[in-house]
């Protein structure tokens, strides 16, 4: 078993996966802080038809779902500032809206032939090194500009008004959280899947949040949660020959149940 874990095509997987993890920490804590939840779901919906369309046109598929995501994120932004629609009945017509028309493409041509179960459940083993390349990418450009705007982005996370009125832009930081999700999405497709990766994003934050004191702590906290999952999922899939993106969740899964019934500290 340890031979087979310390194989390249492994440790490309592990990669991919914990750095995918050390970013959804902090991520993913606003979008617990926020309740944006049903948000992640509707970029995750829309990265199906991104696959479809590169792989309809013969681009490259993740680059793709980058585009596809990136604009979903943008309207997502623009259609909410209309008051007189609920936002979970706007986030809700276009995650359905995307995802159908993005199986409407494919069936569409019949040339193309592709796995949808490894683009909804995740493929982690199978990752090359190009997309190994395009996680570890787009990750660093995600912490990048999360830790130039975390004290922006807490604060109106915080009180929206109060931060408007110390000089934020609360629009432009709202837009970019929205991309920043849209883009970590993008790139976590071939690891935990569509269905999957807002589990990921959220259940590690949530987690953490009981035993977390302050924002950052909470933060940290959820990277190491996202990371040890990782490890124990792929080494769970092996052992058990299980998919190693439902695998992964369902250890987040447990461990947010397991620290339900311990002792909690201050919340963040």
């Known amino acids: 078993m340890l031979q087979l874990l310390t194989t390249d095509f492994v440790i490309m997987a592990l990669m991919a996966g914990c750095g995918l993890a050390v970013a959804s920490g902090p991520l993913g804590s ?33 680059l793709a779902i980058v585009i596809s995501g990136l604009g979903l994120a943008i309207l997502l932004a623009l259609l909410d500032r209309n008051p007189k629609l609920a936002t979970d009945t706007l986030l809700g017509i276009l995650a359905h809206t ?10 569409l041509t019949s ?18 090194p190009s997309e190994l390349s395009w996680v570890l990418i787009v990750i660093a450009i995600v912490l990048t500009v999360l830790i130039k705007n975390w004290n922006a982005l807490l604060s109106t996370t ?9 000089g934020h832009n609360t629009a432009r930081l ?11 999405i993008a790139v976590s497709m071939k ?10 994003l959220i259940i ?31 080494f769970l899939a092996f052992s058990l020959d299980t998919p190693v993106g439902p695998s992964i969740v369902v250890v987040a899964g447990g461990l947010f149940l397991l620290s339900y019934f311990l002792p909690a500290s201050s919340q963040a």
């Open 30 to 62: 606003f979008m617990v802080w926020r309740r944006m939840s049903y948000f992640g779901d509707t970029l995750a919906h829309s990265a199906l038809l991104g696959v479809s369309l590169g792989l309809v046109t013969g681009g490259d598929p993740q």
């Open 158 to 166: 915080v009180h929206r008004e109060l931060a408007e009125v110390e």
């Open 98 to 107: 995307s995802l159908a028309l993005g199986v409407v493409v494919l069936s």
């Open 204 to 234: 590690p934050p949530a987690t953490a949040r009981k035993f977390s004191k302050t924002p950052e702590i909470m933060a940290l906290k959820a990277s190491i949660i996202g990371v040890f999952c990782i490890i124990l999922g792929v």
């Open 191 to 200: 690891i935990v899947g569509v269905l999957l990766i807002t589990s990921l």
């Open 174 to 184: 709202n837009l970019i959280l929205i991309v920043l999700i849209a883009l970590t």
């Open 111 to 128: 040339s193309v032939r592709v796995n949808l179960e490894a683009y909804l459940f995740g493929e982690l083993l199978t990752i090359t």
